[in-house]
């Protein structure tokens, strides 16, 4: 394809240039492209960055050694013979659709210290490192499906401000491909998602003339003997037009069109309204959305201002004190200050509140029907107490929870020892297997590689497989 010249003053004043990096290469791809032969139309993916313990949450441990064991109770939940921790109340009511894999392991060394790396390899399916940066599973996914609301991006990271999103990658894939980053807080009653509106002064009437005085003028349409071309930038040029008007692009993000009893069900909190935005960007047509989410020190609660002391980086990373019923900055403390305990209310309280939510919502719209969701984390935590009373980085067995898309419900994946600490059974999963269930469930072919710009084929989760139990 022909490299088309837009000089810059033909969009001076329109604020399109972020809006057509989103549209570009789904454009590209939307055109007469086949619906998916797999059974998920969209995915949506929770990461709750830092390694959340699994044996306080997702594979309980009982029977551990009491200096060592979590002091959470295991509870049932709905499905027979299913157990989580009391920490999961309100999820484990709705267990009935999810499938909980405990064998998940993380084998490449040198990765399990590094919570950039880590993930790095959960945005990507790949072990960081190889011969070439690969892009993020979701990049691919909107390089190979494109869109179902040309009026919104194909890939969007919600909020993209915390420490590891930057790690986010397109690898050798173009701009266009990246994800679309939301910023701030959807709890804040003053949020707007920045880019996707008209500039500060121009009104939508204006905009619009603007834009019929753009059609009118020569702007660098230069290849006339690439008509195809041509009339795919024009294209281009209309449907970024229509994500700046287009009052669905603003409904998706308003969260104030969703009712107060469904806002207050997810949690007036960060994480909570994150995750009924996200449940509003796949309701809305959004091809591959994901969560990468933590309550600020500084946040906002029902609308109002709400502090945490000490909670100044609140992800999963309990080195220190992980059952506190406040801060972890103890003294003589290592990595794990700044984060609240496992067991407090912007960890697993609005976690739990948030993600049972989520699946009791998706379940009963329906949408649950179309949609992968995975919730993931880039390791577990030991399954000893170290001597800050805290568990540090454990790849070697931990957990993730899957639904909807065909996923069977109710049922636990590969189990572990008595401590948590090993997998015991015969299946063992990898971040490389997570990332070929996904290409899979959307039907993506994964025998037809990537090429890099000098065109080197590249094979998409290569090293994976699908996990079967998921079908």
Request: overall charge neutral; some cysteine.
């Amino acid at each position: 394809m022909h490299k088309i010249e837009l000089p810059r003053r033909s969009f001076i004043g329109l604020g399109m240039g972020s809006v057509m990096q989103a549209l570009l290469g789904q454009h590209v791809q939307a055109m007469g492209h086949a619906a998916p032969a797999g059974r998920a139309k969209q995915v949506l993916v929770l990461f709750e960055q830092g390694g959340v313990s699994h044996t306080d949450t997702w594979d309980p441990k009982p029977d551990a050694p009491l200096e060592h064991r979590s002091p959470f109770k295991t509870i049932k939940t709905s499905a027979n013979g299913l157990y989580v921790t009391e920490l999961l109340t309100q999820t484990a009511r709705l267990a009935k659709h999810l499938s909980i894999v405990r064998c998940m392991t993380q084998p490449t060394p040198g990765i399990g210290n590094s919570h950039p790396k880590g993930s790095q390899y959960v945005y990507s399916g790949e072990a960081p490192g190889g011969p070439v940066d690969m892009p993020d599973i979701g990049s691919i996914v909107a390089q190979r499906l494109g869109t179902t609301a040309p009026y919104l991006p194909s890939n969007i990271l919600l909020p993209g401000t915390d420490e590891q999103a930057s790690t986010s990658s397109i690898g050798f894939l173009p701009p266009a491909f990246s994800a679309f980053k939301t910023g701030g807080s959807p709890a804040n009653p003053s949020w707007r998602v920045p880019n996707l509106g008209l500039l500060l002064g121009m009104d939508e009437k204006r905009f619009l003339n603007r834009r019929d005085l753009l059609s009118n003028l020569d702007v660098g349409f230069s290849h006339a003997d690439q008509p195809k071309d041509v009339e795919a930038m024009r294209s281009l040029l209309t449907q970024a037009t229509d994500m700046l008007t287009n009052p669905k692009t603003r409904r998706a993000f308003d969260l104030e069109t969703e009712s107060r009893t469904i806002r207050e069900r997810y949690g007036m909190g960060h994480r909570g309204q994150s995750y009924l935005l996200a449940r509003k960007l796949i309701e809305s047509g959004v091809r591959y959305v994901t969560v990468d989410v933590r309550e600020p020190q500084s946040s906002f609660r029902d609308g109002k201002p709400v502090n945490y002391p000490g909670g100044d980086n609140m992800n999963w990373d309990h080195h220190d004190a992980i059952y506190s019923t406040s801060h972890t900055n103890v003294p003589n403390g290592g990595a794990g200050a700044g984060r609240y305990g496992i067991g407090t209310w912007p960890m697993m309280g609005s976690l739990d509140m948030a993600f049972s939510a989520l699946i009791e919502d998706l379940s009963r719209s329906g949408l649950l029907n179309d949609t992968l969701v995975c919730l993931v984390s880039e390791f577990g935590r030991t399954p000893r107490i170290n001597e800050r009373q805290g568990r540090d980085h454990w790849t070697h067995a931990f957990s993730y929870v899957f639904a909807g898309a065909g996923v069977p419900g109710g049922q636990v994946v590969g189990s572990t020892d008595r401590d948590g600490g090993y997998i015991t059974s015969s299946m063992a999963y990898t971040l490389e297997d997570y990332a070929a269930t996904i290409y899979e469930k959307l039907g993506i072919d994964r025998a037809k590689p990537l090429h890099t710009p000098i065109n080197r084929p590249i094979y998409i989760a290569a090293k994976g497989k699908p996990i079967p139990e998921l079908f």
